[in-house]
């Protein structure tokens, strides 16, 4: 499974404190899933991003074994959207490895908000909560919590449960 963090707005100084946090996440997450981070000044970059993503053909080991979409599972951060605790993100998050996901996108979106001809794009809209947080402390607690979800669906002891 390859996931994909993606923010609308500038990119992040490889020397920015949460940019190092968020890496070191994504690292750790590297024997569970494959990660990358993309960047787009505006939605509509994104969106375009997206549509290429969305458009690439069959192939390689997909193609093998029969799968004929690689359309990615797109997940939208937004305020309004769905709140899940950890438990329950984890095997919301391991149902969708093991049901044949490839690519998860999880997007985090203009300060302003998403469109709401975006929010429509998405096959879930997440919360981190009722509080406004930075767009950049936002990223760390969702990769933190991408980590913490495949710690909790393979027993390893990180999450503690409380």
């Known amino acids: 499974m390859l996931l994909t963090l993606a923010h609308i707005g500038s990119r992040l100084n490889a020397n920015d404190a949460s940019e190092n946090l968020t890496r070191l996440y994504l690292d750790r997450l590297a024997p569970f899933a494959r990660c990358e981070t993309q960047?787009?000044?505006?939605?509509?970059?994104?969106?375009?991003?997206?549509?290429?993503?969305?458009?690439?053909g069959?192939?390689?080991?997909?193609?093998?074994?029969g799968v004929t979409s690689r359309r990615p599972f797109i997940v939208l951060l937004d305020s309004r959207g769905k709140q899940m605790a950890s438990e329950a993100f984890a095997t919301w998050l391991g149902a969708r490895r093991d049901s044949?996901?490839?690519?998860?996108?999880?997007?985090?979106?203009?300060?302003?908000?998403?469109?709401?001809?975006?929010?429509?794009?998405?096959?879930?809209t997440l919360s981190l909560g009722p509080m406004t947080i930075a767009h950049a402390l936002a990223r760390v607690v969702l990769a933190e919590q991408i980590y913490?979800?495949?710690?909790?669906?393979?027993?390893?002891?990180?999450?503690?449960?409380?």
């Not at 069959?58 to 074994?65: V, Y």
């Not at 999880?106 to 469109?115: D, M, V």
């Not at 909790?152 to 002891?157: Q, Y």
């Open 100 to 124: 044949g996901v490839q690519h998860m996108i999880f997007a985090i979106g203009p300060a302003s908000g998403w469109s709401q001809s975006t929010l429509l794009r998405a096959q879930l």
């Open 39 to 56: 960047f787009h000044k505006t939605e509509d970059a994104f969106l375009a991003w997206l549509d290429r993503q969305q458009s690439r």
């Open 148 to 162: 913490r979800a495949f710690t909790i669906l393979t027993g390893h002891p990180y999450h503690c449960g409380h």
């Open 58 to 65: 069959p192939h390689g080991q997909a193609f093998a074994l």
